[in-house]
Nanobody, 120 residues
């Protein structure tokens, strides 16, 4: 049974940091590209970052002072993908989802999400 389980969300103050985790099971994690999306209240789901099965990363959310606030990484030995979020802003409040994709096969799996709330 395929499962993607996100964790690590919660309430954090502006300027703080969080590390989200997404643990996969039921498929061969190492051959899948992994992505993090987020959906803020009343908005469409947007792509935050992705990482290929070879470990190449791409960010889709703007940087701050030339430094990316979102860092995606993966540990194939643990079947887990991570999203480090730094310098959190109020507008980062959203449900964060991970997705597994097998390029060329049209296979996509989604987790159920973890809520990140940024508030003072």
């Amino acid at each position: 049974q395929v499962q993607l389980v996100e964790s690590g969300g919660g309430l954090v103050q502006p300027g703080g940091s969080l590390r989200l985790s997404c643990e996969a099971s039921g498929f061969t994690f190492s051959v899948f590209a992994m992505s993090w999306y987020r959906q803020a209240p009343g908005k469409e789901r947007e792509l935050v970052a992705d990482i290929t099965n070879a470990g190449v990363t791409t960010n889709y959310v703007d940087s701050e002072k030339g430094r990316w606030r979102f860092t995606i990484s993966r540990d194939n030995a643990k079947n887990t993908v991570y999203l480090q979020i730094d310098s959190l802003r109020l507008e980062d409040t959203a449900v964060y989802y991970c997705k597994a994709s097998r390029t060329g096969y049209g296979i996509n799996y989604w987790g159920k999400g973890t809520l990140v709330t940024v508030s003072s």
